[in-house]
């Protein structure tokens, strides 16, 4: 019979031993008992409660003695106020003798259970205020109680009028409302002493407890009337003592100090505390209703009644709740009579409402208790503010007045002193919410607006902590390193309010429907009050109160529309809080007065005098033997901060994000490519941090990954100045400019450190040269940092970035070095020899491809390494080139070191060909490096071609070597991939062919003797001149060259001709020979074009395109050229006429034979009269030649 199971979950398993703390009931302990009884059936009506004891610190409960009739309860017990094993410390409390409750006593409630506050209870109290509030309609005695918002929950504390005012008479606190009550409420308050009888009651009801639990007791000698007076009146003294109103301006040290202590007053002193729903409403209520079990009663409460008095409906409306509260099933009264026991009798709690004389409806409860909690959740809207709501004894008019603003109005508006209780429970509240890794952001508005309305409550010299710790919470609500994903969807625009509620949500409209507010008819108070209700019977009429607002108005988080403006935000906090964090170290004095609103001024060093490279090698050196020591950590502050004292660790936390917030501000000022304020705000972000690591006493490898980012942000923008010096002055004035904002968080930063740690970083140099160096300087650091407690496994994306960002930045610099030795080199006029500079530029240049190379594949990335071995083939062809120059002009020949870094070069490119190894992997870097390299073939061979290396080589090994090139050339020149780079290679394809034809037709010409390599010379010679004339073919824009491979195919004809003895041969060769020039006609057709146009254009009024008429016609060429054709097409003629003649033989060719001469001579006499006009324009003569050319391929010249 007394398992706790059976009792409605409101105490621990029957042997648990309490210790006078709270003892924590496991989640089956507690839920499920109550979930048996979770709604009771009254008066054939249902209404829902259900309690889950949450808390107790009752002993097991004890079974009550039913004492003897004629009992005389005027006799204390032997126990009386007596300690007891079997009560446990808590016995007094247990048994209404204790103090009463606080006037704090829902906030020591809230602290304990801070999980539902603001989300799921919809009110916090003490069982007593619960009982007052439901039964205002039926009651003419006053009610005073202090209301509190919180998110969505009330906190409701019994205001102590009499108390208050006894205390400002003492103390001179509350003087205003005391002023406010004795002018508008009640004019002649006086303090209302209690009855005797009052404390008659009192002390009957204790000893009949005492004699309950302990049945044998004997009698005791009745105390004097003063220590009766002294031990029964303890709730008086309890409050005389004056621990449970805190002074506002006295708060205990640990309040301020320790956001997460409680001060004196705010305890949590209720036996239980029971999460109670009754309909639709939450609560969490505080009881100490003393509850009996055993026997055949596992739970009951206990009631002492006079039999001259019946019960009336306020005792009932109180026995019920209490019970329904509880979760207790029975009640057992005892009837006395002058404080004689006559009888006992048992009432289920179903039935308390139907007793005689005590009949009260369980609806009409409901909808008291609806209506008002629709009334205080309608009127009381503004968190952080006190709402008093006050109705005089023997009125029927309910009042609900803003304290808070009221308050305001005095002289110090912190007078109130539920000011810190509830600011501390807002924040509370927020951090609560914040620990929640599950958190939705959704609910960030919410948070914000707990922490913005705890921030305001407080007095900023009084509570620094707090309001430090509230701004970095703000500051944290913002996702730095994560993509903006605004949800304005959700809920509606609020960036400009900080309040969680609009004004219209404040204003209730005066209608019928929401009851009845201030009217002209009100008493003269009326416009101090926030709402009124004008009779308390409008809280019977159901659903007369209904709140027609959410019972949590969505609290908007503010829109941020870019990057800038949530850094901003962010920003706005971390000053606030090192506001809060400098103004409370003590050693203001010891430090330099300066202004916040006064720009500090930088150093400056110029360039020279830091010594350039050489210097920053320096300063790098001293960063990165600061960085190995805060390894070991190192932490001093020049503010005089106590290592890990509150300040010590809220400012570390505060630089580091605005550490952060500023590194986010350059990034998306980078990608805007607004580089000058990326660099300023790096800068923030890296001074922030050096004072972050001056302050810091063990770096965590999270902030060293931090610098690491920073650093490699500060290299890239280095670089993208470097690239963009045409909007140097723009760059310059945007990194010079600097918000108030930014300036105060650099004094307090100044505070703590030089900030100059990152300076040789942050610098905006006007010099290439140097911001590449700073660049570079800036990664190798990132990249140091990254070696420290092994962060480059931790972190291998970053490693990677790093890594390619260093192969980069040595290319670039590697390429300007390189630029810088070409430019030399090509001023070089009078000296023919290298410089020493030049050769300097090519081993800096050098040293800075070897070193990117090696980043590169440090990390597998061959794509990136092939470039870089393309640059370094690039640089060794410039070495080369610079050592062509030596010698006269006239004498000059192919030099050992030209061959020597062509052939170092043609190493590169061929490296680079095996880092890609397919063409697939990248196929536009694939190829490029083809191209260089068969350029570097090509250009190989045409030096040692045009500038035969004679004195040192025989001819035919130079002609072996310059064939080798060629081909090699030719095998990287791609002529049939379709791409931009197409035409190039087919130029450079016939260009090839026609230097080998032209080379092999030069060998046949000057070789005498081998037959057989005569005949070779002499296939290879006819082979490339085809090939060459067939690419030139394909070529829209090549008629010269094209014409000119003809020419010699012409001439190597002509050179064969002259060594053919019969007249056969010599005529099949001269045929072969105009076939050719009937071939040249489409190049004549492609020149007369680009004249045509190019004489037409100056008829235009697009004067633009001349240029690019005929890129590749050259007159004098044209006109050489032509006369060349004009000879030689003559000699081919006249050959082929004296040919024809002498033959007589009657055979079947000799018609075909006739026919052709007669052509020849036809064609040859119009082209000797045509040569002979003088006065032909270019055109003209080309036109003649066209028309001859088409006249000889009619006439089928003998085959």
């Known amino acids: 019979m007394g398992d706790s199971k059976e009792a409605g979950a409101e105490a621990p398993p029957a042997g648990a031993t309490a210790r006078g703390g709270l003892s924590l009931l496991s989640q089956a302990e507690a839920e499920e008992p109550s979930a048996q009884g979770s709604a009771l059936f009254l008066g054939g009506s249902e209404v829902k409660s259900r309690a889950v004891v949450k808390y107790s610190s009752a002993p097991p409960r004890a079974a009550f003695a039913r004492l003897e009739e004629k009992t005389d309860l005027k006799l204390p017990p032997a126990n009386w106020l007596r300690e007891s094993a079997k009560l446990g410390p808590a016995g007094t409390t247990i048994l209404g003798t204790g103090k009463k409750s606080k006037p704090f006593s829902s906030f020591g409630m809230a602290y304990d259970f801070i999980d539902s506050v603001g989300n799921d209870v919809d009110v916090v109290s003490d069982s007593e205020n ?363 625009l609020n960036e400009n309010s900080d309040e969680s509620y609009s004004e219209e949500e404040e204003e209730m409209p005066d209608s019928d429907e929401n009851g009845s507010y201030c009217t002209s008819s009100d008493p003269p108070d009326d416009n101090k009050a926030v709402a009124i209700i004008k009779s308390v019977g409008e809280l019977s009429v159901p659903e007369k109160y209904k709140s027609i607002h959410q019972i949590r108005p969505s609290c908007a988080f503010p829109v941020c529309h870019d990057t800038e403006e949530r850094c901003r935000l962010v920003l706005s906090y971390v000053l606030e809080g090192l506001k809060s964090v400098d103004s409370s170290i003590k050693k203001e004095s010891d430090l330099p007065a300066a202004d916040p609103s006064t720009p500090i001024p930088l150093k400056y060093e110029d360039e020279s005098a830091r010594g350039g490279p050489e210097g920053l090698e320096k300063q790098m050196a001293l960063f990165l033997d600061k960085m190995g020591s805060l390894q070991k950590g190192s932490g001093s502050s020049q503010s005089g901060m106590t290592p890990g004292s509150w300040q010590h660790k809220m400012k570390l936390q505060l630089i580091l994000k605005s550490s952060k917030a500023y590194y986010v501000l350059s990034d998306a000022a980078m990608s805007l490519q607004k580089y000058g304020r990326a660099l300023r705000y790096i800068k923030l972000a890296l001074q922030s941090h050096d004072t972050y690591c001056c302050l810091c006493t063990n770096m965590l490898s999270e902030v060293l990954l931090f610098l690491s980012q920073y650093l490699t942000l500060c290299g890239d923008i280095q670089l993208m100045l470097a690239q963009n010096a045409n909007n140097r002055a723009a760059h310059l004035e945007e990194f010079n400019y600097q918000t108030k904002e930014d300036q105060e968080i650099l004094h307090s930063l100044h505070r703590e450190s030089s900030c100059q740690g990152f300076a040789w970083a942050t610098d905006l140099s006007t010099d290439l040269e140097s911001q590449l160096s700073v660049s570079c300087k800036c990664y190798e650091a990132a990249n140091e940092i990254l070696q420290f407690s092994d962060l480059k496994s931790q972190n291998p994306e970053h490693y990677v970035q790093v890594l390619k960002r260093m192969g980069n930045i040595r290319n670039e610099i590697g390429v300007f070095y390189m630029n810088q030795a070409a430019a030399l080199q090509s001023e070089r006029v009078v000296s023919k020899s290298v410089s020493t500079a030049e050769q300097q530029l090519w081993k800096k240049s050098f040293s800075c491809f070897e070193k990117g190379i090696h980043n590169f594949e440090s990390i597998d990335d061959a794509t990136n390494a092939a470039l870089l071995l393309c640059n370094t083939g690039r640089l060794m062809r410039i070495c080369a080139q610079a050592h062509c120059g030596a010698g006269d002009e006239f004498k000059r020949e192919f030099s050992p070191e030209e061959g020597l870094y062509y052939n170092k070069a043609v190493d590169y490119y061929l490296k680079a060909l095996r880092s890609l190894g397919t063409r697939d992997r990248h196929p536009a870097v694939w190829d490029s490096v083809n191209w260089e390299l068969s350029t570097t073939y090509f250009t190989m061979a045409t030096l040692q071609q045009d500038y035969a290396p004679l004195s040192r080589k025989a001819q035919e090994q130079i002609e072996k070597e310059v064939s080798e090139a060629m081909m090699k050339s030719l095998k990287y020149c791609d002529v049939d991939s379709a791409s931009a780079r197409q035409p190039l290679c087919q130029y450079r394809a016939a260009t090839i062919h026609h230097r080998l034809a032209s080379m092999y037709h030069s060998c046949l010409r000057n070789q005498v003797g081998d037959e057989y390599l005569r005949k070779q010379h002499r296939v290879l010679a006819d082979l490339h001149y085809g090939q060459a004339g067939r690419l030139f073919q394909l070529l829209k824009d090549t008629p010269c060259e094209l014409l000119r491979v003809q020419l010699e195919r012409v001439a190597f004809a002509e050179f064969q001709m002259s060594g053919q003895n019969s007249n056969v041969g010599k005529l099949k060769t001269l045929s072969g020979a105009l076939d050719i020039m009937v071939r040249t006609k489409h190049a004549f057709q492609l020149i007369r074009k680009e004249l045509v146009e190019e004489l037409g254009q100056p008829k235009s009024e697009e004067p633009t395109p001349v240029a690019d008429a005929a890129p590749g016609l050259n007159r004098e060429e044209v006109l050489k050229l032509l006369s060349i054709f004009e000879s030689r097409l003559a000699f081919l003629l006249l050959q082929s006429i004296k040919l024809l003649s002498p033959t007589k033989k009657k055979t079947s060719n000799n018609v075909e034979e006739d026919v052709a001469l007669k052509t020849n001579k036809h064609i040859y006499s119009q082209l000797l009269r045509a040569t002979a006009n003088k006065n032909a324009s270019l055109p003209e003569r080309i036109d003649v030649l066209v028309h001859l050319l088409d006249q000889l391929a009619r006439g089928s010249a003998v085959q």
């Not at 501390?424 to 913005?452: D, E, F, P, S, W």
């Open 130 to 492: 619960i009982k007052k509030l439901l039964k205002i309609p039926y009651s003419k005695s006053h009610v005073s109680m202090a209301v509190h918002r919180v998110g969505r929950t009330l906190l409701l504390d019994e205001l102590d009028i009499q108390e208050l005012f006894m205390r400002s008479s003492q103390t001179g606190d509350w003087t205003w409302l005391k002023e406010f009550y004795q002018r508008l409420i009640d004019q002649k308050w006086q303090r209302k002493k209690k009855s005797k009888e009052h404390w008659y009651q009192k002390a009957i009801l204790s000893k009949f407890l005492y004699y309950s639990i302990n049945g044998d007791g004997a009698a005791q000698p009745v105390p004097s009337a003063a220590e009766q007076r002294e031990s029964s009146s303890s709730d008086q003294t309890g409050d005389a003592d004056g621990a449970s109103w805190p002074a506002p301006f006295e708060m205990p040290s640990p309040v301020s100090e320790d956001p997460s202590a409680s001060s004196q007053g705010l305890k949590n002193d209720f036996v239980r505390n029971i999460l109670w729903t009754f309909e639709d409403i939450h609560m969490l209520v505080g009881s100490n209703m003393p509850i009996f079990g055993g026997g055949r009663y596992p739970a009951v409460s206990l009631r002492l009644r006079d039999n001259n008095k019946p019960i009336n409906v306020l005792t009932g409306i109180d026995y019920w709740l209490d019970n329904l509260i509880c979760n207790v099933p029975e009640l057992v009264m005892c009837f006395h009579v002058n404080g004689i026991v006559q009888k006992y009798e048992m009432i289920k709690t179903e039935e308390i409402p139907n007793l005689e004389n005590s009949n009260f409806s369980t609806k009409v409860i409901k909808d008291i208790a609806q209506n008002i909690l629709s009334f205080l959740k309608s009127n009381c809207t503004k968190e952080g503010h006190t709402y008093w709501l006050f109705k005089a004894s023997g009125s029927d008019i309910v009042k609900l007045y803003d304290l808070t603003t009221l308050c305001e109005e005095t002289e110090d508006k912190y007078q109130n002193p539920f000011t810190m209780p509830v600011a501390i429970l807002l924040y509370k509240v927020a951090c609560n919410m914040m620990m929640k890794k599950n958190q939705n952001k959704k609910h960030y508005g919410t948070i914000r607006t707990l922490l913005l309305n705890c921030v305001k409550l407080l007095d900023k010299s009084r509570h620094p902590q707090i309001i430090a710790s509230a701004n970095y919470m703000l500051s944290e609500l913002f996702q730095l390193d994560e993509p903006k994903k605004e949800e304005s969807s959700e809920s509606p």
